[in-house]
């Protein structure tokens, strides 16, 4: 007898979570969700860690949903005190066409000011598409699809088994398409990337290609990560359900391992950067910039300096190097005064003041000043 799903309703006392900074990922700085356990039950879903996982028995992850039924009324109050800045919000599961919580929290965002983010694996996020346009003409709206592969690709059959409920990737693709032409930032994450299912050549192309067709102008990739007890419950669906894939996933994945090997990562995404300049697209999600932020030099600068970094740690460049453009861009992020004023003021020892800027850091900050437009050549010639 087939189990049914049960939902269980409760009141947490806070619902959003608070970043020092946006992360270089995602760039959210919040993030705020209304359930708790999925109806898709992804079995390669890290939401069944210890530190997210609610359950002691992972089974109840897929049926058991917990509702957080004043959501809604605990993030306008936390975001009434909170600065504006990017929040990861929304959960599309079958859920949502039962309680609603994610459409009064999108309310909650387009009230305040507040530009979001939504990572989804349905294309039951067009039923707010009215509030996700409103919130992009207030401040800025990001919706990104969880793929990892499509009906191209050798390995999708088994890809599917493998995402249980979620709803076709052929429906998340035309979701996608409706996005763009609505005019909302949108594009594919490629997380997490299966080893021997989705990490072939064939695939990296069919997921590029499909994402610029149905106009995304991005794909994020992320490798499979595993920790305690997913770990163990991932483990138990491959001896059970792919015997011939377990040895494989053990040997990538030795006892305290949490991701895939670097070397091999790196590859893939380097791959994956080369698709998607022959598309005309992103590997990286492009910075959302709220209209009006007086801020925007220094964020653009930041965005700059994570994609360089990001392709440091791809080239296999020291982590020291890494580790000092890293630090850089979490000093600009943090530094209150525009970024311009200062150069305009004080020039190149004005970068230098910054923390964590030297003279050679300051040298490449300067030249993305001019790699954004913002001054002349006539004034690159008078420094």
Not at 171 to 184: S, T, Y
Not at 221 to 242: C, I, K, P, S
Not at 308 to 334: C, F, T
Request: proline letters at 6%; one cysteine or more.
């Amino acid at each position: 007898m087939a189990r049914r799903t049960e939902f269980v309703s409760y009141r947490p006392k806070t619902i959003l979570n608070k970043h020092k900074r946006p992360d270089h990922w995602f760039w959210t700085r919040y993030t705020a969700y209304p359930y708790k356990g999925c109806q898709h039950r992804c079995f390669f879903c890290y939401c069944r860690e210890r530190r997210y996982c609610p359950f002691e028995d992972l089974n109840d992850f897929g049926y058991v949903i917990q509702v957080k039924e004043n959501a809604p009324d605990l993030l306008r109050r936390a975001l009434s005190r909170a600065p504006v800045d990017l929040i990861g919000t929304g959960d599309y599961q079958p859920a949502e066409s039962k309680y609603g919580l994610s459409r009064r929290m999108l309310e909650v965002c387009l009230e305040l000011g507040f530009p979001v983010f939504v990572l989804e694996r349905s294309p039951l996020v067009l039923q707010d598409l009215d509030l996700l346009q409103d919130i992009d003409e207030k401040a800025v709206t990001v919706v990104a699809f969880s793929i990892i592969s499509t009906p191209d690709s050798p390995g999708y059959d088994r890809v599917k088994e493998m995402e249980c409920l979620a709803p076709p990737v052929e429906k998340r693709f035309a979701a996608m398409e409706q996005l763009a032409r609505a005019g909302i930032l949108t594009g594919t994450c490629m997380m997490p990337i299966l080893p021997k299912l989705c990490d072939d050549d064939a695939n990296l192309q069919y997921v590029t290609k499909w994402t610029a067709e149905h106009g995304g102008q991005f794909v994020l990739a992320g490798g499979l990560t595993m920790a305690d007890q997913q770990r163990d419950y991932y483990f138990g669906v491959l001896d059970e359900r792919f015997p011939d894939l377990a040895d494989h996933y053990r040997s990538l994945y030795p006892e305290g391992s949490y991701g895939p090997a670097r070397s091999n990562w790196n590859q893939i995404a380097l791959r994956l950067k080369e698709l998607c300049e022959q598309h005309g697209i992103s590997d990286r999600i492009p910075r959302p910039i709220i209209p009006g932020d007086k801020r925007t030099l220094n964020k653009r600068i930041v965005e700059a300096l994570a994609n360089q970094l990001y392709y440091m740690e791809l080239n296999g460049e020291p982590s020291h190097r890494v580790w000092a453009y890293r630090k850089a861009a979490w000093a600009i992020e943090d530094t209150p005064q525009d970024l311009g004023l200062i150069y305009r003021q004080m020039g190149r020892k004005g970068l230098e003041s910054i923390e964590n800027v030297g003279p050679r850091l300051a040298g490449v900050i300067e030249r993305l000043l001019y790699g954004c437009l913002l001054y002349t050549s006539d004034a690159a010639d008078d420094n």
